[in-house]
């Protein structure tokens, strides 16, 4: 018998990555961007970190099996239209977050490599970046590394406009259709600009840049153009859209914490406010 209910279950957006502690970040940033945006949020969480606005402490990464049924138990009761990637610390995750997409074929699949979190600390094992560069670019809608995670993907320096230009190409090259490489990291006092590339070429996006250090950005924009995405925009509006709240939410962070850290304000920036 066929289940018309399942025509009006609202889209949703899963989420698998790595949970923060201190909820500036991860998996609480990722569910706060969905609901901003309207879209029902899912979560598989891939790491634990012990984590506040001062660095990480500790990480810890569940059992593959149980990341595993988390992301069935999704794909089974809800319609998914987009699934966000971050923080996959080792390449038993990563080839098991892999399996599963190939299982599940989502629409649409935004992968964040995250790589270093903000105070530096390095959240990939070095064994598993071949892992993401083989079995997960290749699977992704679009990347959204910022400067130093391409770096490490590239295995060559980023310090100019020209040469995120030729990066955002190169990462093309390894097997994503498009990528979303963020700017925030090039030193200068100008705007930050983010380049987007794909089949069509480049599209940039400026937005003046804001004197304060700030927590959980890539997670946020990632999240914003996965629910961007499932609501049925076009790739290079939905990213557009994405840095637009990124920026809004940047404009109206706060420091929750002990640390001279500021997280972003989901809600001051939902869309149409």
């Not at 970040?25 to 891939?46: C, E, M, P, R, Y």
């Not at 959980?216 to 049925?232: H, K, M, P, Q």
């Not at 790739?235 to 972003?264: I, K, N, Q, S, W």
Request: glycine letters at 10%.
């Amino acid at each position: 018998m066929n289940d018309h209910r399942a025509d009006s279950r609202p889209v949703s957006v899963l989420t698998i990555a790595g949970s923060d502690s201190g909820g500036g970040a991860g998996i609480q940033a990722d569910l706060k961007t969905f609901a901003a945006h309207g879209v029902h949020g899912l979560s598989a969480i891939a790491a634990l970190t012990a984590q506040h606005t001062r660095g990480v402490t500790a990480v810890e990464v569940p059992n593959v099996a149980f990341l595993d049924a988390q992301i069935d138990a999704c794909f089974d009761d809800f319609r998914i239209g987009a699934v966000k990637l971050g923080m996959l610390a080792s390449t038993g995750v990563i080839e098991t977050v892999a399996r599963a997409l190939a299982r599940h074929r989502p629409a649409q699949v935004v992968v964040d490599p995250v790589m270093i979190a903000t105070s530096g600390a390095r959240l990939l094992a070095e064994d598993a970046l071949d892992a993401l560069r083989t079995r997960l670019l290749p699977m992704a809608t679009v990347i959204t590394p910022n400067l130093p995670e391409a770096e490490l993907l590239l295995s060559w320096r980023i310090d100019s406009l020209a040469a995120m230009s030729q990066a955002a190409t190169a990462l093309r090259a390894l097997g994503a259709p498009a990528v979303l490489l963020k700017g925030g990291h090039l030193a200068g006092p100008g705007e930050v600009v983010d380049i987007l590339a794909d089949a069509d070429g480049e599209q940039r996006t400026a937005h003046p840049r804001l004197r304060l250090e700030a927590h959980g950005t890539g997670c946020t924009l990632a999240s914003a153009v996965a629910a961007n995405l499932a609501r049925g925009l076009a790739l290079r509006a939905a990213c557009t859209a994405a840095a637009d709240y990124v920026h809004a939410a940047l404009r109206g962070g706060y420091r929750p914490g002990r640390g001279e850290v500021d997280v972003l304000d989901h809600f001051a920036a939902m869309p149409g406010r």
